[in-house]
């Protein structure tokens, strides 16, 4: 254990973290405080809950607790609440510990009725059915720990340290030796960690898990005044703000947020919008319960919080939509990408007014700029403080903060460390998920995201700006479209089965077998929740607002480990393809190499797929190879398409640089979304689903493509290209590049290993290269190591020998014969691009 704790003091020291927590024993320590801004952080105060802002929220934990009330009046004589039936079901018995708890915030909550608000009786009753379960289906801890452990270790005692704060003082008038019972129960329930605490080297204590484990143990130190406990949560929780060095892991831990913004959970899910979410609010709602109180200086935390929200969040937000690439199982729920932004903008909001000056305009203005752009309204009555919605509203009140979003206008980002990128731009934003052997290719689990399996495979969405986007995508885009024809994936043709359809439950069950499979197992999440693939290139390099991004599609490794696994688990081959994508201002260009499949299946290739209102009209035009006109759907050797929605007054524009004949389709579809997942209610969706693919027929020769999107393209753009500035110039499964002629960009991935001559460079192995010419004979080099694993990487730009007027650290430039040798020291640095400026 001290090793442990040594190698935790010394990575929170190469942080800097450890001046946040003040020198012990912290004789400025408040306890008082710590409990009264944690009531103020879930009930309000006296002040916010006076405002009219706050009315609707407290109408809604009145009516919450009132409803609560009445199933505990219609309870049998085994049941607390009426219907919950106890016993076998987790989630069963976190319901009634969440039902308790609120029940007791209506009555710490200022301005809710008399009846309820501060009522002993009331109170007393919820104190009582602490009681109740305790004895009857918590305190034996033979009888516990059933089902999923995440309702025992973090749900179950999230509800339970948030009621025991609220109630602590007529507890200790009534029950005094509850608190003391109950944090022993969560302790033992740890079961996880050590000696009932936090184990930092548990791959269940780790990123929002760890935090959300940590604040409530910040609050059941504050219930006992247990400072001890509440410096040690602190001290754990402090490392989910190390950024994570993939190459000098503490603890082995790949969760958490990484020096390019991505963030993973899970140790190999790309989890932004969903876990990353969880994360930022924990830290925040942390952030708040502590201000003031002396056990940590959280002002020095401010600023990493804010760059989690700069670099990680806002390039994933689009006018107030949380993309589909970063959300992991999530994507299956019914909730919208609206509904994620509101949490973080809750966060945001909170974060403002915890930090100062420019930092603490830049994120109000960030939030008016969500509110400015978002298509749907924004109820703060579902945040989860009153306070919260009281800064919500003098904030956008407030005629001095201008909306401004904390991207630029156009940026191109590259998450290689969770195989993400995402290119934004005036009118649209696209964002593609990846694969490799470092970052899964989907999460499935407990019955969500039912068919995930190319949800990784080069999946791309395009977000046209003004659009409702929750008609384009969210739930209904996955229910409507087959999972096989998502836009950008290539797949074998074949039927699939989903874990419950294969193994008649919603994991596979085999703990016998010498890889322990449980419902928790690592073998379950290494072969079943978030297999890995296993190609590692994966990556991509960006140069000012243009990127380049490149995959090798790959099986996972189950298909690798087949002899290693049991006879009856079910393994799924991959096709192949070798990929491209070259992210400019107008266009996004895809190329597409050794598309095929080794076994002779035929094989799809979705181009792009979208969905549209099923009394909606689309229009499709397109221009043949041989120059005619031509009308869809249908199939047709095409030379362009221009597919417009008239009922969203949208386009996209499709160029077909070399494909083999498209076919164009605009079928309705109707379907449950319970297809997606099993606890969504059982509502049939109908949409016109519009999809372009090409058809790989059994035993073909692998095939090539090369196509781009036009985002908000009209007929004219698109008959321009005809004599337009995009050339691919490579396009095999060695090395893929596209000259843009207008913009003076050169593009290139290189695959293999040795020397690439492609556009006047000489590339050596696989790399990602992306140069540019401009005026007066400015030249601008950006390189990536998409493997993440190269020590070097030389590109020689050839002609005229060029000087340096820049070079990011690690690169070097010198003339040589034939031109300028640029050398890039790659090692270790992740994927991330290094960028050069010269001249002649």
């Known amino acids: 254990m001290e090793l442990t704790r040594r190698h935790l ?4 020291s190469a942080a800097g973290l450890l001046t946040v927590l003040p020198a012990w024993p912290a004789a400025a320590a408040d306890r008082g405080r710590l409990l009264a801004n944690t009531v103020a952080v879930f009930a309000g105060t006296a002040d916010s809950n006076a405002r009219p802002e706050t009315a609707a929220k407290l109408a809604a934990i009145e009516k919450t607790a009132r409803a609560n009330l009445a199933a505990m009046d219609a309870a049998g004589p085994d049941e607390l609440f009426a219907g919950l039936v106890l016993g076998t079901s987790e989630t069963n018995l976190n319901t009634a510990f969440r039902r308790l708890y609120e029940i007791a915030l209506a009555t710490r909550a200022p301005g809710i009725p008399a009846d309820l608000y501060d009522s002993t009786p009331v109170q007393r009753r919820v104190i009582d059915g602490l009681v109740w379960l305790h004895e009857r289906y918590y305190g034996d801890q033979s009888k516990g720990y059933y089902g999923n452990w995440f309702h025992w270790e973090i749900g179950i005692p999230q509800h339970i340290s948030r009621t025991l704060v609220l109630l602590l003082d007529r507890l200790g008038e009534y029950r005094p ?28 204590h780790t990123g929002a898990n760890l935090a959300d484990i940590t604040t409530n143990r910040i609050l059941q130190g504050a219930v006992l005044d247990d400072e001890a406990r509440i410096r040690k949560a602190l001290t754990d929780q402090l490392t989910v703000f190390v950024t994570i060095d993939p190459y000098h892991l503490n603890h082995q831990v790949t ?19 969903s876990y990353g979410k969880g994360l930022l609010t924990r830290v925040v709602q942390t952030l708040k319960i502590l201000d003031g109180s002396g056990f940590a200086h959280g002002d020095n935390l401010v600023p990493v919080v804010r760059g989690w929200v700069r670099d990680g969040f806002a390039p994933l937000i689009f006018e107030g939509w949380m993309m589909e690439i970063v959300k992991g199982r999530a994507v299956s729920r019914p909730e919208t990408g609206y509904t994620d932004v509101a949490v973080v903008v809750e966060a945001v909001v909170d974060l403002s007014s915890l930090a100062s000056g420019a930092d603490a305009t830049a994120l109000k203005s960030y939030v008016k700029h969500i509110r400015a752009t978002s298509r749907a309204a924004l109820d703060p009555t579902a945040f989860v403080s009153p306070v919260s919605i009281v800064r919500y509203t003098a904030l956008l009140a407030d005629e001095a903060i201008p909306p401004a979003d904390l991207n630029p206008a156009a940026r191109s980002v590259a998450f290689n460390a969770m195989d993400r990128a995402v290119h934004r731009r005036p009118g649209y934003a696209f964002a593609l998920a ?29 977000y046209l700006a003004g659009q409702d986007q929750t008609q384009a995508f969210g739930v209904d885009y996955y229910t409507t479209v087959s999972p096989y024809g998502l836009a950008g994936v290539t797949a074998p043709v074949e039927q699939r089965g989903t874990v419950p359809e294969l193994y008649g439950k919603q994991f596979y069950d085999n703990p016998g077998h ?51 696994l049991p006879d009856d688990f079910v393994t799924y081959r991959n096709a192949t393809a070798t990929k491209s994508w070259f992210l400019f201002d107008e266009e996004i260009v895809v190329l597409a190499a050794g598309v095929g499949d080794p076994a002779g299946r035929a094989v799809t290739t979705t181009l792009d797929t979208r ?103 009209d007929e004219s753009r698109v008959r321009a290209y005809a004599e337009g500035p995009l050339h691919v110039v490579a396009n ?22 040795g020397r690439h001559e492609v556009a006047g460079l000489r590339i050596d192995g696989p790399a990602s290269v992306l140069l540019r010419r401009a005026r007066h004979g400015r030249v ?44 890039v020291t790659t090692r270790h640095a992740y994927g991330r691009s290094f960028t050069a400026e010269l001249r002649e």
């Open 611 to 713: 969905i549209a209102a099923p009394d909606g009209e689309l229009r499709l035009v397109g221009v043949r190879r041989d120059g005619r006109p031509w009308n869809g759907p249908g199939t047709a050797e095409l030379r362009s398409l221009l597919m417009t929605d008239s009922t969203t007054k949208s386009s996209v524009g499709y160029l077909f640089l070399d494909t083999p004949p498209v076919r164009v389709s605009a079928d309705r579809v109707t379907r449950s979304r319970r297809v997606v997942r099993a606890a969504n209610p059982d509502t049939a969706v109908t949409r016109t689903v519009f999809g372009i693919t090409v058809e790989h027929s059994p035993g073909a020769e692998p095939a090539r493509l090369a196509y781009a999107l036009l985002p908000n393209a």
């Open 780 to 823: 601008s080099l950006a390189v990536a190591d998409p493997t993440t694993g190269r020590d070097t990487i030389e590109v020689l730009i050839r002609g005229r020998r060029l000087k340096q007027v820049s070079a990011d650290e690690g690169v070097l430039v010198r003339a040589v014969p034939g031109g300028t040798l640029v050398e």
């Open 514 to 564: 010498p890889l322990n499979f449980t419902s928790s197992s690592e073998s379950q999440n290494k072969y079943v929740y978030f297999p890995r693939g296993t190609a590692e290139h994966s990556g991509g390099a960006v140069l000012g607002a243009y990127g380049v991004a490149a995959m090798v599609q790959s099986d996972d490794v189950g298909v690798r480990d087949r002899a290693l």
């Open 9 to 12: 003091l010394s990575a929170l």
């Open 255 to 273: 969760d958490g947020h990484y020096a390019d913004g991505s963030f993973i959970q899970h140790s190999s899910v790309a989890y932004t919008g």
């Open 732 to 753: 095999s499964t060695r090395r893929q590049a596209v000259v843009h002629t207008g913009l003076g960009l050169t593009a290139v991935n290189t695959f293999t290993p």
């Open 434 to 462: 990846r694969s490799s052997a470092r970052i899964s290719k989907y999460e499935y689990m407990l019955g969500e995201n039912l068919m995930p399996w190319f949800q990784g495979e080069g999946a791309h969405y395009l």
């Open 177 to 204: 030796d509850l608190v003391r019972t109950y944090v022993a129960s969560m302790d033992a329930y740890l079961r996880n960690g050590i000696d009932g605490d936090v184990n930092l080297d548990s791959r269940f």
